[in-house]
């Protein structure tokens, strides 16, 4: 497929090549020119939008800081008020108690809601428990949008297992426990409260004696936070220290600010913290209204950009003809070549430049192509007198044992084994010859290897035993001849580990391979060889017959097939042999039956 694309790529034109390089270089500073004076311009308004706009959070900042000062203010009223700490702290008799609240607690309350510029609900925590509570109930609807009376005193039991509480911090000096926050269903009914331990400013120990709550309308204290002051489209995000959108002008209903997703978007974004409180003012400005006074220079610069591509387009096609009719035809004698054919030549009138290319290519296509014939065929000659050379090392140490095997039989007259053996004999030579062919099918592979064993049964009789475990499938496939046949006689000569041996031979047709095993039960190799128990062989140690079935494995198909070892000592050793799946060439087959 890699091969198939760059052959695609090198037969573009050489004159569309040099048209295109030709316009790149013309169109590149005109894109820079224009994509700079773009980006200058967009800036310039950025930034004067960003001023622009951080100015006006600024005064949405002041104006809610005055608002937030104007309820402190309030809070100092009741908590550096001398006459009303004593008295909410004295304990006496209940008339003192009731005179305490009617004459100091109500007014006083009355006086600090009325003061205020907005409308607030004061709740009023008490240590003393001589003082009654006044409060009213207010079922699930927010005093602050009722008619009731706007403050209330409870006792101070009613405060201590509130969780928010358990986590407020502790006086440690006058006037530094004032906190803004939102607690209980202060978000539900969008309000904020301001918090505030009442601190015994007579005593020397800063004593707790209340705890004051001063609740205010998030729109109400918010009131300045208007997205038409920044422009339409626009929106304005009032979020917590979480991340969260307390409220929102002009958004879109979102819970929570997706700065990331909104930078990356290309929105101006700006950001302004409140003071005394940990929320922050965020303006978001959409990319479109920030850029909608870029689109004009925009559009003239990618006009100006489209007419030079169109007039160097033209003129540099008229330039690259000329060249790109030669190169085509120097391409073409070059395609010719990769694909092994290299009678195809270039011929060009003149004197030029492609004149001595054409030449020099093909006197190089004419010599390539005598050299690449003679290296095939001395490589051929080369690799098959190798596998002939392998193979008859083997023959010959065969017949020389199977020739002792008869002349024993022989002298002590067993013409029946003698005359089996023979047979044999002829069979295993027939098929080894294979009309002098070093491949073979499988089934006359299997075929040899039995006439073989045949042999030595004659031998060894009820000592040697053997099973077969053939797929049916093999046999539809070839191979080298003289694989399985080496490696049985290893074993007969050196796995006999008592008076019998088993062997097991076994062929199968795995995902892409072939797949050889002879397993016996012997006495293993010896832990001196150098063999990997755990998961193969190294066969520089091995026997002679071992090496030279590997070697001309790997001769005939590569180094990734061959001979693989498994043993153990006092275990056994399994042979594993692997060549690829290679079909039976079908006319041969044909042609040997006579079709």
């Known amino acids: 497929m890699a091969r198939k694309f760059e052959r695609i790529r090198v037969r573009i034109p050489f004159g569309y090549k040099l048209m295109v390089s030709y316009c790149v270089f013309i169109i590149i500073p005109v894109l820079l020119v224009g994509n700079i004076a773009n980006q200058v311009f967009v800036k310039s308004i950025r930034d004067q939008t960003y001023n622009n706009i951080q100015g006006t959070l600024y005064q949405m900042s002041d104006n809610i800081s005055y608002k937030m000062e104007d309820i402190t203010r309030i809070s100092d009223m009741l908590y550096f008020d001398s006459n009303f700490n004593n008295r909410i702290s004295y304990t006496g008799s209940p008339w003192v108690s009731y005179d305490t609240t009617v004459k100091v607690l109500i007014p006083k309350l009355e006086t600090a809601v009325s003061t205020a510029n907005r409308r607030i609900w004061l709740s009023l925590y008490l240590r003393n ?71 015994s400013i007579t005593s020397i120990k800063p004593d707790e004696i209340g705890f004051m709550r001063i609740n205010v309308s998030l729109n109400d ?42 930078r990356n978007n290309g929105d101006l974004l ?37 007419i030079c591509i169109v007039i ?26 990769q694909e092994g054919e290299f009678h195809k030549r270039a011929h060009f009138k003149g004197n030029d430049e492609f004149s001595h290319i054409a030449s020099a290519l093909n006197d190089m296509g004419s010599n390539i192509g005598q050299l690449i ?18 193979h008859a090392q083997i023959n010959p140490h065969f017949l020389y044992n199977t020739l002792s ?45 039995q006439a073989y064993i045949d042999i030595q049964k004659i031998k060894y009789d009820d000592r040697m035993r053997v099973t077969y475990d053939y797929a049916p499938e093999v046999v539809r496939y070839e191979t080298v001849k003289l694989v399985l046949q080496p490696f049985i006689e290893n074993v007969l000569e050196h796995a006999w ?99």
């Open 129 to 199: 428990e001589e003082i009654g509570e006044i409060y009213d109930t207010y079922a699930y609807s927010d005093p602050l949008d009722s008619n009731k009376r706007l403050f209330d005193i409870y006792k101070y039991d009613r405060l201590e297992d509130k969780t928010w509480y358990k986590l407020y911090p502790e006086s440690e000096s006058y006037g530094s426990t004032l906190q803004w926050s939102q607690i209980e269903d202060d978000a539900s009914h969008q309000r904020i409260s301001l918090l505030r331990r009442l601190i």
């Open 270 to 306: 700006i950001s302004k913290p409140i003071p005394m409180l940990d929320w922050s003012i965020n303006a978001v400005i959409p990319s479109a209204l920030v850029e909608k006074d870029t689109v004009k220079i925009r559009n003239i610069t990618l006009l100006i950009c489209l």
């Open 405 to 449: 095997s008869i002349s024993r039989l022989a002298r002590f007259g067993m013409l029946d084994k003698l005359q089996r053996m023979v047979m044999d004999l002829a069979k295993f030579y027939r098929l080894s010859l294979n009309d002098g062919r070093n491949i073979i099918s499988v089934k006359n592979e299997l075929e040899q290897a």
């Open 497 to 595: 580990t008592g008076e019998s041996i088993d062997i097991r031979i076994t062929a199968r047709a795995l995902a892409d391979v072939l797949e050889f095993k002879i397993i016996d039960n012997g006495v293993g190799f010896p832990p001196g060889r150098s063999l990997d128990h755990t998961g193969g062989s190294d066969l520089m140690n091995a026997g002679y017959g071992i090496r030279n079935v590997d070697q001309r494995i790997k001769l005939h198909y590569g180094n990734e097939y061959g001979v693989t070892l498994f043993s153990r000592a006092g275990i056994g050793t399994t042979v594993r042999i692997i060549i690829p799946l290679e079909k039976r060439n079908v006319s041969e087959i044909r042609k040997k039956k006579g079709m």
């Open 312 to 337: 160097f387009s033209i003129a540099s096609m008229v330039i690259s003809r000329y060249f790109s009719l030669r190169v085509s035809k120097i391409v073409s004698v070059l395609d010719s070549f």
């Open 221 to 262: 204290l918010f009131e300045s936070m208007d997205y038409n002051k920044i422009g339409d489209g626009t929106a304005l995000y009032l979020t917590d220290a979480q991340g969260r959108i307390v409220l929102s002008s002009g958004g879109n209903g979102e819970t929570v600010f997706k700065e990331n997703e909104l």
């Open 373 to 390: 014939n003679e290296v095939y065929l001395a490589d051929l000659q080369k690799k098959e007198a190798e596998l002939e050379s392998l």
